[in-house]
């Protein structure tokens, strides 16, 4: 009940806090058998990493994960699967002048409620810190679902603040710090400057796709494939809002248009999402997610103290004016880890099930 597990047949339990001497994961229902190294699991963390540009927060982690149990001779085994990140670049002292206020946009205020005490450093384990133990998780479930159906994640940034993203190429995607599908950043990088300047921060919007996805995982009525998806989007810290294929534009199309046409060849569009009736069609699975403007900025703004008296808070330390620069591997990894909890499920219950129906060719972009 507290919330620190995601799936059951493939069970990540998340641990530690964002200034502790370490954070981490339990993957438990693993398949065995499969190679399993830190090296399958690294590059994910290298792309979810702080430090790794001028754009994004300065704390300097290297974010190096170690496998503690679960891998025998290179192979899993088939139990649990501990990994290891060690924090190794903590400033505590950042937050000593906010123990006894509420940073606006922070859970400091819910946390105090719900617990009774609080950990202000870094924000304990609301912060998304706490995301990179799932990253790890994801890059476990991102390589059985390749090696079992071929299927791929990838995500980039469509929008960071007011400024929209034209997509361009995939290609572009991982050379430059935005994860922007376009080949010139550089508009956004003055735009980050001046934001940074100005000592305030913007919000983003995160595109995530799957490819190769088997037709048939999902189940009705509530624990449909899509409801899991934004489940699990919404778990991640400044989430605050989630679409599934057409998403809001739903509202606006006419029934002539929205329901995907069906040939021989293939679907005719996609506006499902690839999901129909919580069940996957065998399209690629489209999601995009809002994010809040980062919460830690150092402009002064209203508050109260612990004992409910008025006060200024200045957020001082190392953040990312805009958190949605690094969301993506982040959102890749869950919509890779809700994709391996269904296809267990699928092999488990409907592994015999055969239909004649062809499995129309998959939309691809």
Request: hydrophobic share 35%; net charge neutral.
């Amino acid at each position: 009940m507290s919330g620190n597990t995601f799936g059951t047949l493939f069970a990540v339990t998340n641990f530690g806090e964002s200034h502790g001497p370490a954070i981490g994961c339990v993957i438990d229902g693993c398949p065995p058998g499969m190679l399993l190294s830190e090296a399958d699991i690294q590059g994910d963390l290298d792309r979810r990493r702080p430090g790794t540009s001028r754009h994004v927060t300065q704390r300097n982690e290297p974010d190096a994960v170690e496998i503690l149990s679960g891998v025998y001779q290179g192979k899993t085994t088939g139990t649990p699967i501990c990994l290891l990140i060690k924090n190794t670049d903590q400033r505590s002292k950042d937050y000593g002048n906010i123990l006894e206020t509420f940073r606006p946009g922070h859970a400091d205020y819910t946390y105090l409620h719900k617990y009774g005490l609080r950990d202000p450093r870094g924000g304990g384990r609301s912060s998304a810190r706490l995301t990179a133990p799932m990253v790890a998780a994801g890059a476990v479930a991102k390589k059985w679902l390749f090696e079992k159906y071929g299927t791929t994640f990838r995500g980039c940034m469509t929008q960071i603040g007011d400024m929209a993203i034209p997509f361009e190429s995939w290609e572009h995607v991982p050379n430059n710090p935005f994860f922007a599908p376009a080949a010139d950043v550089s508009s956004l990088e003055v735009y980050m400057d001046a934001l940074r300047k100005a000592g305030d921060s913007c919000g983003a919007r995160i595109r995530v796709t799957a490819s190769g996805v088997p037709v048939g995982l999902g189940d009705p009525l509530f624990d449909k494939l899509d409801a899991d998806i934004a489940f699990a989007m919404m778990g991640i810290n400044a989430v605050k809002g989630v679409e599934i294929g057409a998403g809001f534009a739903s509202v606006t199309q006419r029934g002539t248009t929205h329901g995907d046409a069906l040939s021989p060849e293939g679907f005719l569009s996609n506006n499902a999402g690839g999901v129909l009736g919580g069940i996957s069609t065998g399209q690629d699975l489209e999601v995009s997610m809002a994010i809040k403007p980062t919460s830690s900025i150092i402009s002064p703004r209203q508050s109260i103290d612990t004992a409910g008296n008025p006060a200024e808070v200045v957020t001082k330390g190392r953040h990312d004016p805009c958190v949605g620069i690094r969301a993506t591997p982040i959102a890749e990894a869950m919509l890779a880890l809700v994709v391996m909890e269904h296809a267990l499920r699928q092999r488990a219950q409907n592994a015999d099930v055969k239909v004649g129906t062809p499995d129309i060719a998959r939309s691809r972009e």
